[in-house]
């Protein structure tokens, strides 16, 4: 294991639901990632957050808010989606979005959406 | 476009027969092209790392190698094994931005018996 977790693993929820994914890391890392992951598609970085504090939003939809209480869990919360959302989320954390470029992601397993 | 495209998209081989995966990339300049293995089910696994000035990587049966003028990278795996069955994802990660990286599609390679 990689020491990131994730849940639920596997989610199908309707297009007026509201429900949230979980990603915890026990590596002492401070930075924090969501990545959306289509099906034959490149995976698709959502948000960042270094030391609690977003630091990217690649232009995401508002339907779907982040969360970051602190260093080790971090949330996806998700409402009014579509069913092109439906994709693997991955999360992923490493030990400082400022120690570089060669700074090494570490990935949880990510949660199968289903939107219906 | 994307900016890296990998081939084949798909790849069937037997059992300890070795193949290469190919990465092409338009990004330039770049900070380091990394190629991850994600197995079904999981999230990707970093195999290797390299910066613009490496030319080749190892990790075990796994060798990257990397050129940088014609912007091309290649994953080689040795005597292959059933548990190498996974896709295979190369990422070029861009100077200025430590996010801002371009991810391939990825090759999805299959070890039949």
Redesign the interface.
């Known amino acids: 294991e990689t020491g990131v977790t994730q849940t639920p693993r596997h989610l199908v929820m309707g297009m007026t639901n509201k429900k949230s994914l979980k990603c915890e890391q026990h590596l002492g890392h401070n930075a924090m990632y969501w990545y959306k992951q289509s099906a034959k598609k490149p995976l698709e970085l959502m948000f960042v957050y270094n030391f609690k504090e977003q630091t990217e939003n690649n232009s995401v939809p508002s339907r779907f808010s982040p969360e970051c209480p602190n260093s080790s869990h971090l949330f996806l919360h998700l409402h009014t989606l579509q069913p092109e959302d439906s994709a693997l989320y991955l999360c992923a954390s490493s030990l400082s979005e400022a120690r570089g470029s060669t700074d090494t992601q570490y990935f949880g397993p990510g949660t199968r959406l289903t939107v219906l | 476009k994307?900016q890296?495209e990998q081939s084949p998209?798909s790849l069937i081989i037997l059992e300890g027969k070795n193949c290469t995966l190919q990465c092409n990339y338009t990004v330039s300049p770049f900070?380091?092209l990394r190629w991850y293995k994600q197995d079904t089910?999981?999230?990707?696994?970093?195999l290797t790392?390299m910066?613009f000035s490496e030319n080749t990587k190892s990790n075990g049966r796994y060798t990257a190698t990397l050129d940088a003028d014609t912007k091309q990278s290649s994953l080689h795996i040795t005597a292959s094994q059933l548990s190498d069955s996974a896709s295979y994802?190369c990422?070029v990660?861009l100077?200025y931005n430590?996010?801002d990286?371009?991810?391939?599609?990825?090759t999805r390679l299959t070890v039949k018996p």
């Open positions: 994307n890296v998209q900070s380091n089910g999981r999230g990707p696994v970093s790392i910066t994802i990422v990660r100077p430590n996010n990286m371009r991810f391939g599609a990825g």
